[in-house]
């Protein structure tokens, strides 16, 4: 708890076992609860997770901002804090940003990467990737984002609520800061942090989703994001054996209805 707000820290993990355990033992005191949403990892991540402390909901249905929109339904924190299982995100900044959100009156603050304090963190392709999207994004939306694809913000659960989010993939990330820049106005912002080398694999293939996002981008400035995702169904998650049961429920609520 930070004056008087209790602290939510959401998760999403797909096989994070090389950096879960290091990501949740750096948590700092002010977090009052840790929801780690697991797609169903093979390598131990949602019981390394619960050994830690963590609340483990598992979620089957596809995408990384569909993990994101079951952990925040499920968080029960006035402030609700995200990073990724990978140790990629400095936890120790979580203070940091909860301060910043409740000295500057802030709605949504996203913690930009950028400049990389340490280039090495990133790999070039990548680093030219979200530099891009970001410009791109920036242009669009006639706005000067430093990072609009970081996965570590915070936003009072209030903000949540309000927000009406598309995107269950990876433009999850670009989409809730670009939607709570609209709605927020100057209670949006950005904070830099200091950005780490991953631990273990990446799953993704950079160039495929960094042209997914740029689409995607493209379809919410012309404000059909949401007929196109009801054309485009995504194809069933197939699993090599059957998921195992949500430690906790697990059944997400809309953000526009949850109380």
Not at 107 to 130: E, H, I, Y
Not at 159 to 174: P, T
Request: charge should be neutral.
């Amino acid at each position: 708890m930070i004056r008087g707000q209790s602290v939510s820290l959401i998760i999403p993990t797909w096989n994070e076992a090389a950096g879960i355990e290091y990501t949740l033992r750096s948590v700092p005191k002010v977090v009052d609860e840790v929801v780690v949403v697991d797609a169903h990892s093979q390598d131990g991540t949602a019981e390394i997770a619960r050994a830690n402390g963590a609340r483990v909901f598992s979620e089957i249905r596809r995408g990384y901002g569909r993990a994101f929109k079951t952990g925040f339904n499920a968080a029960k924190g006035d402030l609700l804090v995200c990073v990724d299982g990978d140790g990629t995100y400095p936890t120790g900044a979580i203070p940091e940003l909860c301060e910043h959100i409740l000295d500057r009156d802030m709605q949504f603050v996203s913690c930009a990467r950028f400049p990389l304090a340490d280039p090495k963190a990133m790999r070039p392709r990548n680093a030219f990737g979200n530099r891009v999207i970001t410009a791109i994004a920036s242009l669009l939306w006639l706005d000067n984002f430093d990072d609009i694809l970081s996965g570590m913000w915070g936003m009072r659960r209030e903000a949540w609520v309000q927000l009406d989010l598309v995107s269950d993939s990876w433009n999850f990330s670009e989409e809730i800061k670009l939607r709570a820049r609209e709605l927020f106005g100057d209670r949006f912002g950005e904070l830099h942090i200091r950005y780490a080398e991953r631990l273990g694999e990446t799953k993704l293939a950079p160039w495929r989703v960094g042209v997914v996002n740029i689409a995607w981008l493209g379809l919410m400035r012309a404000g059909v994001e949401r007929q196109v995702k009801a054309l485009v169904r995504p194809k069933p998650k197939r699993f090599a054996t059957q998921p195992p049961p949500a430690h906790e429920a697990s059944e997400p609520v809309s953000s526009r209805t949850m109380q």
